[in-house]
């Protein structure tokens, strides 16, 4: 049986550091530990790890902010120094598939997963997009989570302003379908262009609104663009549609002190430059091994800017603990010198990566460097 006994990493006391943690993130030298960092981990894993070390035993489950002091355990217990927030009520409505969730166990899926439609979405015409339900970054409802974190978080950790928000290219893809943007970037243009202009009309909103909060110390925008060998779309039109939006995001952060971190998932060879240079991120996010290994972009793009996670997905599921350990050693080798580097997954801590193979990535990462 696998007890805390088993990780001497995480039972050892530890404190969060926001300061340090933002500092790495710019890249203002070797931190005196490692800093975890992880898009979202899947409920049932968050649930899992509270019920396993007894984490919230001594929380009213009748708190209406339970759940909200649950995500505040778990983020200390694993080591973060921040917690992920972002407005309420910003959900758009999208035509999705629902199958049966494969994992087994207690970190199943009950309600199963879900997938969007690639061949058509709410909006495929004109007449769609006028009808459309446009969620509201200004409605008073919107800042309820912000506004407890802001009285209720330790002071020792942050917020990061994110989560449903500035997905530019996924929400144009899921908004009209994958298949229905193409045609339209042939023959749609105008509608294509209105969409990703309401799309940055909102997100321009959210982020004004959230940097409002003293508490948010960095910005985390989140938007797939690519997949294992390129973009869904081509460079130029990535150009056009889609990095206007981020570079308006990115300006509101840095205006405010903030540092700009982008998650993207896929090849995005051919845009990294734009994004660095242009859009100006701070730090970019998902990485995966059939695409590129984060140790070896330290040595290029990690010169510019900050590289986030980067354990393998598929890795952490198929491996044993022991070649997970050595894996997260050798890129804390490579990648912690100097700072602009912060352990996790390379994508997110998924509900079928094995819990075990999960907590010892974090153990390890805990016991670097002699804590």
């Known amino acids: 049986m696998i007890t805390m006994n088993s990780y001497s990493g995480l039972s050892q006391p530890f404190k969060p550091d926001w300061q340090a943690f933002v500092a790495t993130i710019l890249r203002q030298g070797t931190p005196e530990r490692v800093h975890h960092i992880e898009l979202f981990q899947d409920a049932e894993v968050r649930n899992a790890i509270a019920d396993r070390f007894n984490l919230v035993a001594h929380v009213d489950a009748s708190d209406p902010f339970f759940e909200q002091r649950k995500l505040i355990?778990?983020?200390?217990?694993?080591?973060?120094?921040?917690?992920r927030v972002?407005?309420?009520?910003?959900?758009?409505?999208?035509?999705?598939?629902?199958?049966?969730?494969?994992?087994?166990?207690?970190q199943q899926r009950a309600a199963g997963r879900t997938y969007r439609d690639e061949h058509r979405g709410p909006i495929m015409n004109w007449s769609d997009f006028e009808r459309f339900p446009w969620p509201d970054p200004q409605?008073?409802?919107?800042?309820?989570?912000?506004?407890?974190?802001?009285?209720?978080?330790?002071?020792?950790?942050?917020?990061?302003?994110?989560?449903?928000?500035?997905?530019?290219?996924?929400?144009?893809?899921?908004?009209?379908?994958y298949e229905t943007l193409c045609y339209a970037l042939y023959d749609q243009?105008?509608?294509?262009?209105?969409?990703?202009?309401?799309?940055?009309?909102?997100?321009?909103?959210?982020?004004?609104?959230?940097?409002?909060?003293?508490?948010?110390?960095?910005?985390?925008?989140?938007?797939?663009?690519?997949?294992?060998?390129?973009?869904?779309i081509s460079p130029d039109d990535t150009r056009e549609f889609i990095m206007p939006g981020h570079r308006r995001i990115a300006e509101r952060a840095h205006a405010a002190g903030r540092p700009y971190l982008l998650?993207?998932?896929?090849?995005?060879?051919?845009?990294?430059?734009?994004?660095?240079?242009?859009?100006?991120?701070?730090?970019?996010?998902?990485?995966?091994?059939?695409?590129?290994?984060?140790?070896?972009?330290?040595k290029t793009i990690g010169r510019r800017i900050a590289l986030l996670g980067g354990i393998d997905?598929?890795?952490?599921?198929?491996?044993?603990?022991?070649t997970i350990r050595h894996r997260v050693r050798d890129t804390l080798d490579i990648c912690q010198p100097g700072?602009?580097?912060?352990?996790?997954?390379?994508?997110?801590?998924?509900?079928?990566?094995?819990?075990d193979n999960y907590l010892a990535m974090v153990d390890e990462g805990r016991l670097y460097g002699g804590m």
Not at 313 to 322: H, K, Q, Y
């Open 73 to 83: 355990a778990v983020q200390r217990f694993c080591g973060f120094d921040y917690v």
């Open 86 to 106: 972002g407005l309420r009520g910003q959900e758009m409505s999208f035509f999705s598939e629902k199958v049966e969730d494969s994992v087994a166990g207690a």
């Open 139 to 177: 409605a008073p409802e919107a800042t309820i989570d912000l506004e407890w974190y802001e009285r209720n978080l330790p002071d020792d950790m942050c917020i990061i302003a994110s989560g449903g928000f500035a997905h530019f290219a996924e929400h144009l893809t899921w908004l009209m379908g």
């Open 189 to 232: 243009r105008d509608l294509v262009r209105a969409i990703a202009d309401k799309l940055t009309e909102l997100y321009d909103l959210a982020v004004q609104r959230m940097l409002q909060f003293d508490r948010v110390k960095v910005v985390w925008g989140s938007d797939d663009m690519g997949f294992k060998t390129g973009l869904m």
């Open 263 to 298: 998650h993207a998932c896929g090849n995005l060879n051919d845009i990294i430059d734009d994004l660095i240079d242009t859009v100006r991120i701070d730090a970019k996010h998902s990485f995966e091994d059939t695409i590129e290994d984060v140790r070896v972009l330290k």
């Open 313 to 322: 997905v598929d890795f952490l599921c198929r491996s044993d603990a022991a």
């Open 339 to 355: 700072g602009g580097y912060c352990l996790g997954t390379g994508n997110s801590v998924a509900n079928y990566i094995p819990l």
